[in-house]
């Protein structure tokens, strides 16, 4: 993967490039960070023809190794304001790898946005006006590019939400099956694909061939390897077999899942949302609903779920964590039929399910709906589709939903909703949601590992925690490989370099690997400053400062001071 | 004046200080800075519990002095992120001075605001429950208060709008007749008293007597000289017989007039919104119109009007240049019946007429209603009042209304609305509007004075410009008097100096007055800095960079790095 597509959404004209030696180790979010801080304005508007959009395949992107195929989805966030990267399973991965295509770079914006779906084949790209998708719904839009284009493809669209350019949006996939609906969610980088007149984004790797590892025996090996210490982990297991949604009982347990309007720590009805149940009624109920899918062909774990009705028709695929606790507690919600309804109807509006159901659980508070009303959340999500004042009030994400209806309690750091973990009891996922350049978003950081071994509820060594999650988080999102690759990395911290020098012919270390990290951050924090989003001027929402969090009744007393010095930190040894 | 009242909004609790020496030294807008940096945690949530609200009252409020006695409202701003500063005339400043109260400091806030008002007499202050205050228009809510408190005090309220913590929410006040409805615009001030369950405030200043001049001789000279000055300067005149709409037609033929969000710099129906004829409507249809009085009791300018129907009743009091060119042009409304019954009807919501006509500008573009359409237009700002989904946006300010319904072309400078000139064709107001720690406000700086002296075209000198004008402005707001005395200091630069050393015994120059100008602007500066809200990160929207603006077909084409320069740019000799 050497190729770079640089494509002007305003004249429709298209270059190919080949990428520098400098381009060739950045990857996924560290290409995003490099590029923008080299090229973008850091005060550009995010929805402005300034912004560019990039979609950046990961280091081991082209290389057999399990979760690796993940796409990063980057930009000025129209929600932080800072520089946003989101990824994504699916099927675009792999077609990126075929073309030899490292990155996709969307730049300008045309005045009147109209539909067009951009369509890249092997050595050719061109922008084709699609009217006829003009407001559809993300899963309609991949059935017809599917039939239009062939099925083998790698697919992006946004949904109406994208198109209107509500900050909520997010950038639609699907796997190589056309099962599952996959979501770059986070920081709203559907409405700026969508202002960009680009609904779709068709990679099509027919007649084209992945290059050659530069030692074919080293990867297969190390791959081997992971794969070993990956199913030799009983955490693989239980994720195969419950997926994300595992965590909800511990979530609730711990008294950090995100309950009406992130007021309390624990629903009452936390049961009837569960991994356990959502793993059972699977069972139960049959039909089209399966466990154990992956996201990205070749995944060992494959944590994925189809979640059917009880008639065993697909709700959604696949039902989530994130989903679950935004949609769900937070909403006062415990059916989880409603739940996954919920989840399909943000699915194929096109918006993120933690930002939208923040911005629910915010209406609920202004009293719009009430706590716990599953057709009005509905309606609410088809009121964004349709575009009403209304639901481009909640499309717009929880800031602006708290400030337009008069809410003061609005769980967002950097402009962005809270995933599913109150940071008052869960102290080291605060400081990530504080001083990480992604604002709050659990992937650049999730304490949740840690509380086990570490009181969550205490304030010290958490920022020591959220750094070295950090720098993993990065180091993981570079590489294009999943978060629950980490086992691997764990037992064997060479094993991410000894992939990339199998890969790509190189000579790094464990300590390469981490500085690359490192960088990241970095560039990521100065591509921030710029834009006048530093992290020394964000922290939590005051309400978590002061009004404590039941069951353990607790506030978030982190001082800023401490975090501040996150940067300056002793680094850890190892990060994984 | 050397009192200052603490009134903690969520306790109740009322403390009477005297103020320190330093704070004797500030007035207005400079003593909202120096407490805002010194005493308010720049992160805070400008709706939250630690965010305050200030009125100060100008270090000239408590002589007799023309055109002084203006109160300062001042907080962080909802709008742009910093500090925030808005000045209003009428009868708050004189009751004030003769309760010897320099400052009123609103504190905290409670988690259910409910309308209350804070009475303030001699030596007591108090909040009292006004259960049917609730949701009451400002007019309406003004002559509850004169009949319940006397028809002497000073009174500030606000409306709806700042009940319901609408960003884009207005403090009104009325003149010591009660004929006026005068507002502190600016910045959402509104919002931050609303929030803070102060529905009114009423200085009553029943057995007080303002203090004694230090050098009574020394001030009678000077102000004597004063009046004399403005007397002979042809301006004054033009400006008591039309105030401030006399500048329209100017604004027009200079091609900065917005015209149909700021698409277009002149309006095919300037004539009938100018103040000729604003002028000639009121001469001609008697009743209830009027014209030449003043805003603060004794000033002899009196530029202000009460613009009547056709039957002679009134519409709204005063018609201003500002509220006609939004709420005018910039709608594509040129009927000047509907712009007063606009204005009226911001007035009554509370909410200012710069950031709401700026909004409903925007509105217009996303084709919620049309250019031109009046009823439409009343329709949207009667949504204000109600709180309906579509009203809340509009409240909320031009940037949210351009986020929410999906517009690129949004006059807005660090999230504050552009006022009546474009700065395009005006190049010096658009350094201000980019550099100004009060964000796009011409009240802080505003060129039009030099566009006959200097190319408002030019790209050259209008940094120059623009400090020396945004010094003088910071001087005036803290000296708490009205723009329009300029050609007095002009005339005698040393004449601020003597004023004020008269007043109080001290023994101040021009540079000392020139310095206390400067220092207001570099502490609100850092307080910025601070809130991440530096002027350095802050530019025109991109819009304006691209987009050729008719009749001159001109661009806003200075260099940010140019901007950027501005503070150590050589200080002029004379700054008035």
Not at 38 to 65: H, W, Y
Not at 350 to 355: L, N, R, S
Request: with cysteine; charged share 25%.
């Amino acid at each position: 993967m050497n190729k770079i597509l640089r494509v002007n959404a305003r004249t429709g004209e298209t270059r190919w490039q080949t990428c520098s030696e400098d381009e060739q180790k950045w990857g996924g979010r560290s290409f995003i960070a490099h590029h923008f801080l080299k090229e973008v304005d850091p005060l550009c508007d995010p929805l402005g023809r300034n912004n560019r959009l990039i979609i950046a395949a990961g280091l081991l992107g082209d290389i057999s190794v399990t979760t690796a195929g993940r796409v990063s989805v980057g930009g000025k966030s129209p929600l932080t304001g800072g520089i946003k990267e989101s990824n994504v399973g699916g099927a675009v991965g792999k077609n990126m790898a075929r073309l030899g295509l490292k990155t996709v770079v969307l730049e300008e914006a045309p005045d009147s946005p109209k539909p067009r779906v951009l369509l890249i084949r092997k050595d050719h790209a061109e922008l084709i006006d699609e009217p006829e998708l003009q407001g559809k719904a993300t899963s309609e839009t991949l059935k017809i590019l599917r039939k239009r284009f062939g099925d083998q493809n790698g697919l992006l669209c946004v949904g109406p939400a994208g198109e209107m350019g509500l900050s909520g949006a997010c950038v639609a996939t699907t796997d190589h099956t056309g099962v599952q609906l996959r979501v770059a969610g986070r920081g709203g980088l559907g409405a700026v694909m969508g202002v960009k007149g680009v609904k779709a984004v068709v990679f099509d790797a027919e007649g084209a061939e992945s290059r050659s590892p530069a030692d074919r025996a080293a990867l297969t090996a190390a791959s081997r390897e992971l794969n070993k210490i990956l199913r030799d982990d009983p955490k693989t297991d239980n994720r195969h077999n419950f997926g994300t949604p595992a965590v909800l009982s511990l979530c609730n347990a711990l008294g950090i899942l995100p309950t009406r309007n992130f007021r309390f720590g624990q629903f009452e009805q936390a049961e009837s949302i569960s991994g356990e149940m959502i793993a059972e009624l699977i069972d139960k109920r049959g039909g089209e609903g399966r466990k154990g899918l992956p996201c990205v062909q070749g995944c060992i774990i494959a944590c994925s779920n189809v979640f059917a009705d009880p008639s065993g028709r697909t709700t959604v695929a696949s039902l989530q964590y994130e989903n679950i606790g935004l949609l769900g507690s937070n909403c006062g919600i415990g059916d989880v039929d409603a739940v996954a309804e919920l989840n399909h109807l943000c699915n194929q509006v096109g918006v993120d399910t933690i930002e939208t159901g923040a911005a629910i659980g915010v209406a609920m508070e202004a009293g719009i709906i009430a706590f716990g009303d599953v057709e009005g959340a509905k309606d609410l999500l088809r009121q964004v589709g349709k575009g009403t004042p209304l639901g481009r009030i909640i499309g717009s994400g929880v800031v602006t939903t708290g400030r337009v209806l008069g809410v003061r309690r609005v769980p967002a750091v950097k402009g962005q909703a809270m995933p599913a973990y109150d940071p008052r009891s869960l102290k080291g996922i605060g400081v990530t949601y504080a001083m990480s350049p992604m604002g709050a978003d659990h992937t650049a950081g999730n304490a949740l590992e840690t509380a086990r071994s570490h009181d969550p509820l205490s304030r010290e060594g958490q920022v020591e925690i959220s750094l070295r999650l950090q720098i993993r988080g990065a180091i993981l999102d570079s590489l294009g490989v999943c978060l629950f690759i980490r086992p691997a990395f764990v037992k064997d911290p060479s094993l991410a370099a000894r992939l990339l020098n199998a890969s790509y012919g190189w000579k790094w270390t464990y300590q390469d690997v981490r500085n690359m990290g490192l960088e990241c951050l970095e560039v990521e924090r100065e591509f921030n400053r710029r834009a006048g989003v530093a992290d020394d001027q964000c922290d939590l929402p005051e309400f978590m400062r002061t009004e404590p969090l039941p069951p353990h009744d607790s506030i978030f007393d982190i001082p800023k001071e401490d975090m501040d010095r996150i940067w300056a930190a002793q680094l850890p040894e190892d990060v994984f």
